[in-house]
């Protein structure tokens, strides 16, 4: 377990709008970069299929006693995939993404995990510091994972 000290806690209905808030705050530029503007009706279209396929995989992150970011994330026997970590702007570059993608590998070495992220977004060189590597793409993102090691 790493040394920054932060809860995942069950999402509750209620929070379905600091969640979106959350995402809209840390996907908006990319979003903008990728597809020209952000469309608040349109994202809230997605936003709400996204929380019915993956509520139940979904936390609240907090740190300090206070909600900062969501998480999500998707298993299966042999792979675990993480969909989000968003974080609240002023709480980002203080270690908190890092440490609960260190617990997540921690937790699940007996799993191959696999992540995507925004080709724009500065966190690929976490992921591959991390021992990630890419192996695909999309237009959009880039697609990695980090093997189980035997």
Not at 22 to 27: E, G, N, R, T
Not at 105 to 132: M, S, T
Request: with cysteine; aromatic share 16%.
């Amino acid at each position: 377990m790493s040394n920054t000290k932060y809860n995942l806690r069950t999402i509750t209905e209620q929070d379905y709008d600091f969640i979106y808030q959350v995402k809209k705050d840390a996907y908006q530029k990319y979003v903008e970069i990728n597809f020209g503007e952000w469309k608040d009706e349109l994202q809230k279209e997605f936003f709400k299929a996204f929380m019915e396929k993956f509520k139940e995989g979904a936390r609240i992150i907090t740190f300090q006693g206070k909600d900062i970011g969501f998480y999500n994330d998707c298993q299966t026997e042999y792979t675990y995939e993480i969909g989000n970590i968003c974080i609240l702007p002023e709480y980002q570059n203080q270690g908190i993404g890092t440490a609960i993608l260190q617990d997540v590998l921690d937790a699940h070495i007996d799993k191959e995990i696999h992540l995507q992220y925004f080709k724009q977004n500065p966190v690929g060189r976490l992921y591959e510091r991390l021992g990630f590597e890419r192996v695909g793409e999309t237009p959009y993102h880039y697609q990695m994972r980090k093997k189980f090691v035997v």
